[in-house]
């Protein structure tokens, strides 16, 4: 826990544990979201549902009591805006999304947004304005749920929303855009969500680190480097079915085995790198049957590091290695590419500000990537991004109802986001 007496060379007026738990504060607030789900007893928020507008509206009434001015923008992001004395300052954005996966945790993404909210009341109890305008803003997608378009929230803030995704249906048929109409929303004024880069100081968004690394290090917090790149590959393996029973080992063109021993390579390649990671997610074997030798084999490679130079060598080792096994094994091997994002490199300047705050409160800093895509990608180019991570229980699992984090790390995580923001000086 931070001590009272930390030191804060420029006078801010901390809060201190004793007058408010931002941690509890925090934590109930989670625990206030998670009571509106489209499914019930487990929690799933998806775009646009009732559970989803409902947990907007609540958004929108914290922010609005923490001193905020708020509205609900064509895209359905909930926009607290908290302004700086001077009206030609610079705006620094903060926030993360507050839809979930299916059967997800309470923390992915809204920890990003309720802890900034907390953070505001302490700055207005306090009378203190800082010297940019900060934007804290509940993103309305980003996990792709009910339209499979990620990103809906901060794409249309960061210019980039696709107008194309407007015509993608639902389970129902229900268009994007027709969700969007009847929500009250507009999707003609979505272009002009985008905010000017010349006008930005910044992005930082705050989420649970999803994996174990802080946990096993027993540290509470983390500065992000970047966020991994990702390639994405379908792979088809067609080999020759035949019976169990009579085709002699050596004589068999079998998909599976070649797809088992893919697995094995993307495996021990991928523990190469620091960074790198390499998954076979999907693994099927169509028609098969116990008695016949596997005629076809399906995969998929997901393939991330947090830098490109490093994903794309293990991308083309896997290649290559595809090729020597369909030699081998004398199968045919397709592999087609579904997706390539580039990493997003976290600025220097926004990890020091982050790091100078956690060792300020007295603990060591720890730098690590993230392996998970998150809002911050999307103003890569538009704006220095930064990341705090904060220590998930449970052994890091997240998109699960068994996602967790302590009390006591929700309140370090908004006493060292509160330092940072204190100490971050707009360039003049």
């Known amino acids: 826990m931070v001590a009272a007496n930390n030191p804060n060379p420029r006078g801010f007026l901390l809060v201190t544990t004793t007058q408010l738990s931002f941690g509890a504060e925090i934590m109930a607030m989670a625990d206030r979201l998670a009571g509106w789900s489209d499914a019930p007893p487990g929690l799933t928020c998806a ?16 922010m609005t009591a923490a001193g905020m001015t708020v509205h609900i ?20 954005i903060t926030g993360s999304h507050y839809d979930t996966v299916r059967n997800g945790g309470r923390y992915d993404g809204r920890l990003g947004i309720l802890l900034p909210i907390v953070a505001v009341g302490a700055l207005r109890r306090s009378g203190r304005r ?8 509940g993103f309305a997608e980003e996990e792709g749920v009910r339209f499979g378009s990620t990103f809906l929230g901060s794409s249309a803030i960061a210019g980039r929303f696709d107008p194309a995704a407007l015509a993608r249906r639902d389970a129902e048929g229900v268009s994007m855009a027709q969700a969007m109409r009847e929500a009250g929303l507009d999707p003609r ?18 989420h649970i680190e999803q994996g174990p690394v802080l946990l096993d290090a027993g540290l509470p917090l983390g500065v992000v480097t970047a966020i991994a790149g990702s390639s994405r590959h379908l792979v088809t393996i067609a080999g020759e079915a035949g019976h169990a029973g009579t085709v002699p080992m050596g004589l068999r063109r079998d998909a599976a ?10 495996e021990r390649r991928c523990a190469a790198a620091p960074t790198l990671v390499g998954t076979v997610g999907r693994l099927g074997v169509p028609e098969g049957a116990i008695n016949v030798i596997p005629g076809r084999a399906e995969l998929s490679l997901d393939i991330r590091a947090g830098d490109d130079a490093t994903r794309d060598a293990a991308v083309a080792d896997v290649l290559a290695e595809i090729e020597r096994i369909a030699e081998r094994r004398r199968v045919e091997i397709e592999t087609v590419e579904v997706l390539r994002s580039p990493a997003v490199p976290c600025a220097p300047a926004l990890q020091d500000l982050f790091a100078g705050a956690i060792e300020r409160a007295g603990l060591a800093v720890r730098r690590l990537p993230s392996g998970a895509g998150h809002d911050a990608v999307m103003f890569n180019g538009v704006t ?28 370090l995580a908004a006493r ?3 330092d940072a923001l204190t100490h971050l000086e707009p360039k003049r």
């Open 47 to 62: 775009y646009l549902t009732p559970a989803h507008r409902a947990t907007a509206a609540q958004l929108r009434e914290w």
């Open 73 to 92: 923008d064509a895209v359905g992001n909930v926009v607290g805006r908290y302004p700086a004395a001077d009206p030609m300052a610079k705006t620094l």
């Open 130 to 137: 800082l010297p940019f305008h900060l934007e804290v803003i």
């Open 189 to 206: 004024a979505i272009p002009a969500l985008a905010r000017r880069p010349e006008t930005l100081l910044g992005y930082l968004e705050v």
């Open 257 to 266: 085995a070649a797809a088992a021993e893919l697995v094995l390579h993307v």
């Open 384 to 411: 220095p991004v930064g990341m705090l991570f904060v220590r998930c229980g449970n052994g890091g699992i997240s998109h699960n109802p068994c996602e967790t984090m302590t009390t006591e790390d929700a309140d």
């Open 416 to 418: 060292v986001f509160l």
